[in-house]
């Protein structure tokens, strides 16, 4: 059996600082914005070099506390892309503003810049890149863009975290940069986690009183907020996992080049990386038309394997009731059809990279 990720291998390598680090929070008891929080905030900060990191309670809210400190409010468009995970627009529809979807570029997945431009009306306040899987979004276009309109750029960095375009780190470029820890992805905790990084010092005020019941002083609170802290015992674990992000990334490249040596390409389309960009390989997606018989070609070889994602954002039932929305976005729609996700972590081994790639080369 090969796992999609497989979260024991890596629990067992650090188990003895992970296991030390969890029961010096039990001990000290300070358990919600302990030490742990406020520690690993200044080491996120200090890796990206940006002057602030807010820890929140999970991926999600690091983008809903990142709209509304960037004033996104009922009646506003922002734009977006509709191939990512629900989460990116439902804190837009949570905020009763709309998702504007942009389509994408099938051989990133990422928001296609020059689609985004035909999309901007007077009520556009902001745009969500999101560097899916993490290949990190065409941020330049996407800024200049910004600039021209006066909007706001909230990178969705959830499958990103440590993530290259043009030598910035994913979550630096745009006014706030959102992560989740969610414990699958490339930087994931035990539990839920999030974290906001920005270098504007109003921003990162806003998120700190809105994770706290819009309060800065205990008891005095100035403006509706959430109870979304991140929890201490998961900073504590984050903490062990951060010193090793670089190299924990850097065997997902090394794998997806073991996966791209070791695939035959003639009935399927290896993921590509844009010149300039360090893909991270939150993900490691395939494209093929052959998609299904793959998926059960590995199934039968109890292999797994995953679509991500089967319905674009602008297809689900949720958001075409609410906007009904009539535009077709085709390279979405095409990705949606073709991809296949493999097994990706970075304790993956060679033989089982190459025993994949056997039986997808045989099946295709
Ligand atoms: C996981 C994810 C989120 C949400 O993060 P949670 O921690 O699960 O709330 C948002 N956007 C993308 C692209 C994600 O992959």
Do not use: W
């Not at 095409?334 to 056997?358: K, W």
């Amino acid at each position: 059996m090969i796992p999609m990720v497989d979260l024991k291998r890596q629990y067992h390598t650090l188990k003895k600082e992970i296991d030390a680090a969890v029961i010096d929070v039990l001990e000290q008891t300070q358990f919600i914005l302990g030490p742990n929080v406020t520690l690993l905030e200044e080491e996120v900060a200090t890796y990206h070099r940006l002057p602030y990191a807010i820890g929140v309670a999970n991926g999600t809210d690091a983008l809903l506390l990142a709209l509304r400190a960037c004033g996104i409010k009922s009646g506003d468009e922002v734009i977006t892309t509709p191939f990512t995970f629900i989460a990116t627009a439902e804190v837009v529809a949570q905020l009763a503003a709309t998702p504007v979807f942009v389509d994408i570029c099938p051989n990133t997945f990422n928001i296609d810049p020059n689609r985004i431009e035909e999309k901007i009306t007077p009520r556009t306040k902001a745009i969500i890149p999101v560097h899916l899987f993490g290949h990190p979004a065409d941020m330049q276009p996407i800024m200049e863009i910004a600039a021209k309109y006066n909007i706001k750029v909230i990178e969705d960095c959830a499958q990103a975290f440590g993530a290259k375009y043009k030598d910035q780190l994913a979550g630096t470029i745009g006014d706030v940069g959102c992560f989740s820890f969610f414990p699958s992805k490339n930087l994931g905790g035990y539990g839920d986690g999030g974290m906001v990084i920005t270098k504007n010092e109003e921003i990162a005020r806003q998120i700190k009183m809105l994770r706290n019941h819009g309060s800065s002083v205990r008891y005095h609170h100035s403006i509706v907020g959430y109870n979304s802290r991140l929890d201490e015992i998961q900073a504590a674990i984050l903490r062990v996992k951060l010193k090793h992000i670089d190299q924990f990334n850097l065997a997902r490249r090394k794998n997806a080049a073991a996966y791209c040596a070791a695939l035959n390409p003639k009935d399927i389309i290896l993921p590509s990386v844009a010149e300039g960009s360090e893909h991270v390989f939150h993900q490691f997606t395939i494209r093929s038309s052959k998609r299904d018989v793959i998926a059960n070609a590995l199934t039968e070889k109890n292999i797994a394997s995953a679509i991500y994602y089967p319905v674009p954002l602008h297809q689900q039932e949720v958001f075409s009731k609410l906007y009904n929305y009539s535009i077709a976005m085709p390279q979405t729609e095409m990705c949606a059809r073709e991809v296949l996700s493999l097994p990706m972590f970075p304790e993956l081994t060679g033989d089982e990279i190459q025993l994949i790639a056997d039986v997808i080369n045989h099946a295709s």
